[in-house]
């Protein structure tokens, strides 16, 4: 069965820094595109940082470039997401995900998801 499970998630001041984790199981998560995301309610989904499945290359979005750095350890079947010089407006609900497409930022190419961790940054 498939699982990803997100961790790390909290409440930072801003400037602060948070790193989340998205743990995989039932599958390799390095034979997919893995990706994070973060939503706001009321606004669509973001793609924050996506890397693809065959050259390893990993591609963030610009509200995050610079500050925000996914890597990956595949031992452990994990992917993370470095948070620095957070703002108030990264928070958001973040979440994890994996497709089994070659590279995507669309959310929509992603068939495996996690149910998401809270960030809340405060002014």
């Known amino acids: 069965e498939v699982h990803l499970v997100e961790s790390g998630g909290g409440t930072v001041q801003a400037g602060g820094s948070l790193r989340l984790s998205c743990a995989a199981s039932?599958?390799?998560?390095?034979?997919?595109?893995r990706g994070w995301f973060r939503q706001v309610p009321g606004k669509a989904r973001e793609a924050i940082s996506c890397v693809g499945s065959s050259d390893g290359s990993t591609t963030y979005g610009d509200s995050v470039k610079g500050r925000f750095t996914m890597s990956s350890d595949d031992a452990e079947n994990t992917v993370y997401l470095q948070m620095n010089r957070l703002k108030p407006e990264d928070t958001a609900v973040y979440s994890c995900?994996?497709?089994?497409?070659?590279?995507?930022?669309?959310?929509?190419?992603?068939?495996?998801w996690g149910q998401g961790t809270q960030v809340t940054v405060s002014s």
């Open positions: 995900a994996a497709g089994r497409v070659g590279w995507s930022r669309r959310s929509y190419d992603y068939d495996y």
């Open positions: 039932g599958f390799l998560f390095d034979d997919y595109a």
